[in-house]
T-cell receptor, first 115, second 111 residues
Framework: DTAVSQTPKYLVTQMGNDKSIKCEQN?????MYWYKQDSKKFLKIMFS???????INETVPNRFSPKSPDKAHLNLHINSLELGDSAVYFC??????????????FGEGSWLTVV | DAKTTQPTSMDCAEGRAANLPCNHS???????VYWYRQIHSQGPQYIIH???NNETNEMASLIITEDRKSSTLILPHATLRDTAVYYC????????????FGQGTTLQVKP
């Protein structure tokens, strides 16, 4: 069983479109994250949700809107896609925050290409 | 969270031990040292973490110096599949739990 799964794995879309990436975790974790890896390969956190509540928003443009229908799911919706949004987006999850010994588990990534 | 310093790249012969160093001289008392790796085109994979004591699991060993200012990840018998970017991350408690990734060490295991 895949612990953290994302769909789609690959997405090619035109500028200006709106798209969503879905994420589900079956680990029973309370906290979920979205990370972005750009063309220079730097991994940076975008959002974090704990029990469906937003706890991190790392100055991400408001075209990006995460939605957590329940604590096992965290979807990422992107409006008005721009060329600079092309990147790999990783979903992740962990046990409740506040514990430095809590390990974060990542999905396999969603490759977004905006043309 | 404390910053870490790692060499940009390293080579290792297949079957030999790979020793990946990390400096974290500004680490504070409640911060853990984490190691992740990212194999090409895959998501980051958790390897091991520790606070003060040395740790070992089925993947690797983590050696943390007594002053906690540096650590070494040891892959005891490196294989070609261990070729990846290895990230040393210091993570504290009481925050949001996020990981701050640096540029990591690219380990190339050669036959």
């Amino acid at each position: 069983d895949t612990a953290v799964s994302q769909t789609p794995k690959y997405l090619v879309t035109q500028m200006g479109n709106d798209k969503s990436i879905k994420c589900e975790q079956n680990l029973g974790h309370d906290t979920m994250y979205w990370y972005k890896q750009d063309s220079k390969k730097f991994l940076k956190i975008m959002f974090s949700y704990n029990n469906k509540e937003l706890i991190i928003n790392e100055t991400v443009p408001n075209r990006f809107s995460p939605k957590s229908p329940d604590k096992a799911h965290l979807n990422l919706h992107i409006n008005s896609l721009e060329l600079g949004d092309s990147a790999v987006y990783f979903c992740a999850s962990s046990p409740p925050t506040g514990g430095p010994g809590n390990t974060i588990y990542f999905g396999e990534g969603s490759w977004l290409t905006v043309v | 969270d404390a910053k870490t310093t790692q060499p940009t790249s390293m080579d290792c012969a297949e079957g030999r031990a790979a020793n990946l160093p990390c400096n974290h001289s500004t680490i504070s008392g409640n911060e853990y040292v984490y190691w992740y790796r990212q194999i090409h085109s895959q998501g980051p994979q958790y390897i091991i973490h520790g606070l003060k004591n040395n740790e070992t699991n089925e993947m690797a060993s983590l050696i943390i110096t007594e002053d906690r200012k540096s650590s070494t990840l040891i892959l005891p018998h490196a294989t070609l599949r261990d070729t990846a970017v290895y990230y040393c991350i210091v993570k504290g408690g009481g925050n949001t739990g996020k990981l701050i990734f640096g540029q990591g060490t690219t380990l190339q295991v050669k036959p």
